[in-house]
């Protein structure tokens, strides 16, 4: 059993250092922006199988939306995890193209998601899972040791996967292992533990570091790559903070279950409510060709979409 044990583990780190390297050729082979503004009339799409989405990626290079489905609870090893690809028409390409029921498929309760070259990297519950970008073949995994709830997952500006452990346990009782994981050769190390944050949910990277939202606070932090204390950004109107991306101007877009809302904290600092009544949104995606807020609603089975102005 040894080799079968081991294997993924090597598999994993050879991804990340390849994948690392492909980054630039893969950005410069990005399409044109042909399609802006198409798309813009789809405000939701719903009743497609979608069961506990948590989280939307915009894959650039494949114009596709890819969705994480949890199915089930947040926590359980169920075996019974999937991910979508749905096209930017609202048309269901693969409903479950990644599927934790499939033979040699393990997926419990996919979270967070980052692409580095044509490596998807899934987070699920203490585990961050890499398959192919476009085939979804599966390409090992690798354990966060300690973690009880992995989330979201980023690409740093040194080009490194990050991932935050959220901290909770099944009963969304604190487990006291709240941490911003970065992963190096050697495996995943904390770069920040509690209480520097607390339960930390979504991340995304900027030129200097990285930026973090919690679900235990309303206050957006700010952590510098070289490891000195974060800063914060600015505190929302709500907490519950789950989802963050990153416009081209430097917009921060970010969901609230408490507020049931999306704020918008501007280039210059200044906070405001985009969207409203949303119950549950979570892990945000941006459509960057078409320039929509992509919006998973954990409850609700389907994915809103928004103009952001
Ligand atoms: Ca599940
Ligand atoms: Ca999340």
């Known amino acids: 059993m040894s080799h079968t044990v081991s294997r993924p583990t090597f598999i994993f780190a050879a991804i990340i250092a390849t994948a690392c390297a492909q980054t630039d050729d893969d950005a410069a082979s990005v399409p044109a922006d042909t399609t802006a503004g198409a798309g813009a009339s789809l405000t ?92 979804g073949a599966p390409l090992g995994a690798r354990a966060v040791s300690g973690a009880s ?47 520097a944050v607390a339960a930390p949910n979504g991340i995304v990277a900027d030129d200097s570091g990285m930026i973090v939202v919690g679900f235990a606070s309303s206050v957006v932090q700010h952590f510098p790559a070289d490891g000195g204390a974060p800063t914060d950004i600015a505190t929302l109107p709500a907490g519950q903070l789950d989802g963050v991306v ?43 060709r078409r320039h929509l807020l992509l919006i998973p609603l954990f409850n609700g089975n389907r994915i809103e979409i928004r103009e952001i102005h």
Do not use: C
């Open 44 to 135: 939701s799409i719903a009743d497609i199988g979608l069961e506990t989405p948590e989280s939307v990626l915009y894959d650039e290079a494949s114009d596709i939306y890819i969705v994480s489905n949890i199915n089930g609870n947040p926590l359980d090893a169920d075996g019974n995890g999937f991910i979508s690809r749905i096209r930017p028409t609202g048309e269901v390409e693969s409903l479950k193209w990644i599927d934790g029921e499939a033979e040699g498929v393990t997926l419990n309760a996919p979270k967070g998601m980052a692409i580095i070259g044509d490596t998807l990297f899934v987070s699920d519950i203490d585990n961050v899972r890499a398959f192919h970008r476009t085939t």
């Open 149 to 195: 709830f992995l989330n979201d997952l980023a690409v740093g500006s040194d080009g490194a996967l990050y991932v935050t452990d959220t901290g909770m346990d099944a009963t969304f009782s604190a487990t006291g292992t709240d941490a911003l994981h970065r992963f190096g050769a050697s495996g995943a190390q904390a770069v920040a533990t509690a209480p």
């Open 246 to 288: 990153r416009t081209s101007d430097g917009t921060l877009l970010i969901s609230s279950w408490e507020g049931q809302a999306i704020y918008r904290i501007s280039p210059d600092g200044q906070v405001s409510t985009v969207v409203e009544g949303l119950e549950a949104p979570a892990d945000l995606g941006w459509d960057t």
